[in-house]
């Protein structure tokens, strides 16, 4: 089931609010774990019990190491725990059959047992509390990536107020939009892109430019819509994009693109091997182990490895000696961090290492393809308001206009009425709808 889907929007969704909101305190964990289940199993019912063992095992091993606590026990379980998670996840990220969100809730159970290990958190007593952290549907398929240690306390204790639910649902519609409205049709650009005939190097760049707002379009969309419902159910996820199309370096970019992945990354992996307090080459290891794992974490395929590496040679480069020059020149620092965040995501999205190649190469204008075609001159007239919205609505500057503009929060509820309305008449009509980040 998705957030985008006219049956999570209009029958699903009322019904667990009616029920949630309807029930005593003590009973809404019950609510939220029991439609946290069938959302997932809505499309995949035997990955559910694939997910309750992982739920079960996790939950069994956080009480067996708080008991063990100091001990070369506790440690001994945690590794074999957590390199079991590893291994599975890894089987199945190169396996021709992924279940649904599978790396979300594996590196959640895997951060609640090492946070056990190391004290940050008590072990949860009540299963029932653990296995709706796990799978909670706000969150389950897409993150934003959820610690135990930063919703313990909202398990036992949450406040559901007006204000609180008000701002859930604007920044669910609004996610909503970003995903329907301009990621859809971006994606249906690029659709075009790959079934044309006639590509030339403008199209190429139109199409590596489409796919980039749209990658991100989607998955901050989702995760709009991820941390509205969480909010209107009383939690509070961590936000998951600042607005990385705005950065002046590759540096900055990863420090806001996918923020719950980043940080949890560099927290029980790259700090653990030693960060940056360390010499130069072990720096650079530990950087290329990161990500050589976050490309893995997206896809067992050699793109998305090359993804991961080809960013980590530039964070490599920036911290040897580069962002001391973009840090003087404000203008070529943008230029060239849009321009490597372009080409980065044009491995993201190929379909093998020689579909890449061959896209860089033409983009570059090194496959002896005509510079300009009319099939390109045309998309570009037909989506040139699309393409600058959505740049425009990826810079802080529509949010700063709402802010100076006094009668813009009086306009909000009718401009988010006609964004739900225009999103249900896209979706009604059957239009392009996939997630990017649905089976990672």
Known sequence: MLFSSITFLYYFLPCVLFLYFLVPNTWKNNILLAASLLFYAWGEPYYVIFMMCSILLGYGTGLAIEKTSG?????????????????????????????????????????YMIDVYRGDVKAQKNCRDFAMYVSMFPQLIAGPIVRYVDIERNLKVREH????????????????????????????????????????????????????????????????????????????????????????SVTEFWRRWH?????????????????NRVSRIRHFFNILIVWGLTGIWHGGAWTFLVWGLYFAALLMIEKSFLLKFLKKHSILAHLYTT????????????????????????????????????????????????????????TPGAKKWMEKVPVAKYLEPVVLIGLLVAATAFLADGSFNPFLYFRF
């Open 339 to 394: 321009v490597a965040v372009i080409a980065g995501f044009v491995f993201f999205d190929a379909a093998n290492m020689g579909a890449a190649i061959t896209s860089l190469k033409a983009m570059f204008g090194m496959s002896g393809l005509p510079l300009v075609s009319q099939e390109a001159l045309y998309y570009l007239r037909s989506y040139a308001v699309l393409f600058g919205v959505g740049i425009f609505g990826a």
């Open 259 to 275: 923020i719950s992945l980043g940080t949890w990354f560099r927290d029980y992996v790259y700090i653990p091997l030693g960060g």
């Open 71 to 111: 001990t070369t026990k506790a440690k001994v379980m945690l590794g074999v725990v957590v390199g079991l998670h590893v291994i599975v996840l890894f089987y199945f990220k190169f396996s021709d059959s992924l279940p649904i969100g599978i790396s979300f809730y594996t590196f959640q159970v895997i951060s």
């Open 161 to 248: 107020g007006i204000s609180g639910v008000a701002y859930g649902i604007r920044r669910f519609v609004l996610g909503l939009a970003k995903k329907v409205l301009l990621a859809n049709t971006l994606g249906e650009l690029c659709e075009i892109f790959v079934e044309s005939g006639e590509k030339s190097v403008l199209f190429y760049w139109m199409y590596a430019v489409a796919f980039t707002l749209h990658v991100y379009f989607d998955f901050s969309g989702y995760s709009d819509m991820a941390i509205g419902l969480g909010k209107i159910f009383g939690f509070h996820f961590m936000e998951n994009f600042n607005y990385p199309y705005i950065s002046k």
